[in-house]
């Protein structure tokens, strides 16, 4: 129970990454936030939790809107007295190079995984500034050490990720706020299932991916929820401003 009584946000809980954090999370002992732009997977992810004897609700947020986050966020200490974890798991991505990636593309893609970072940042630190204390993790990614082709925007945006980290974890650590980062290299996620649904030769595309990483595998969303969950707990006190790479060996090279 490394997490007892411990109140937490997770961002893009509704599937994936964040569907095994917020189910590891509760499963520690925390009250979960399951925060999702798909309000029925986030409801399912919260009876999930409840279901399992943990304690869960579900809301509704786009991450790329302001006004909508910061309300979320600023009313859970309202109803559960405090705000201790923030997680910034929401993402998405794209193919495409600069050349062929439109303005429009761009936009979103950077609205969502790095201003989502942003508001969701702006909006947690001053509550747990407030409180004494907090614990903030953000999602980067593998891509944001290595470049990979037809990716373009998506990798500028975790590298914008691992960047903000580094500044905000200086800028806050005299308030008692850690804010670090963790970088997944490729997980078997429903994002890449959509993939690999869509590919004219689905068995090479996946042995192309498992092959960039020394361990031969894609991970599992279960043990970038472990990561996150070192990053949020008391056995990572003294860490702050640092990016966790969970890839495989990715990295390594």
Not at 29 to 36: C, E, K
Not at 45 to 59: K, P, R, Y
Not at 71 to 87: K, S, T
Not at 209 to 219: D, H, S, V
Request: with cysteine; net charge negative.
């Amino acid at each position: 129970m490394r997490l007892a009584g411990k109140i937490a946000i997770i961002t893009g809980a509704g599937s994936g990454i964040g569907h095994e954090a917020a189910r590891l999370f509760a499963a520690e002992g925390a009250t979960v936030i399951v925060a999702d732009r798909d309000g029925a997977a986030a409801q399912r992810v919260s009876d999930e939790i409840m279901a399992a004897g943990g304690q869960a609700e579900a809301q509704v947020v786009d991450v790329s809107h302001e006004a909508g986050l910061k309300a979320m966020i600023e009313a859970v200490p309202q109803r559960h007295g405090r705000l201790d974890i923030l997680v910034n798991n929401a993402g998405f991505g794209f193919a495409g190079t600069v050349v062929n990636t439109s303005e429009e593309d761009w936009d979103a893609l950077m609205a969502v995984n790095v201003k989502g970072v942003f508001f969701g940042c702006k909006h947690a630190i001053p509550i747990m500034s407030r409180q004494g204390g907090g614990v903030i993790v953000n999602t980067a990614s593998a891509v944001a050490a290595v470049g990979i082709t037809n990716r373009a925007a998506y990798v500028a945006s975790k590298g914008a990720v691992a960047s903000l980290t580094r500044a905000m974890a200086m800028d806050h650590v005299a308030e008692g706020i850690r804010i670090n980062a963790v970088a997944p290299g490729t997980i078997e996620t429903p994002y890449f299932a959509e993939i690999f649904a869509r590919s004219n030769d689905a068995p090479a595309l996946r042995a192309a991916l498992e092959a960039r990483q020394p361990m031969n595998r894609l991970g599992k969303p279960c043990e970038i929820a472990r990561a996150m969950l070192f990053l949020v707990s008391d056995e990572s006190s003294f860490c702050t401003g640092m990016t966790l790479f969970a890839d495989g060996g990715w990295t390594a090279r």
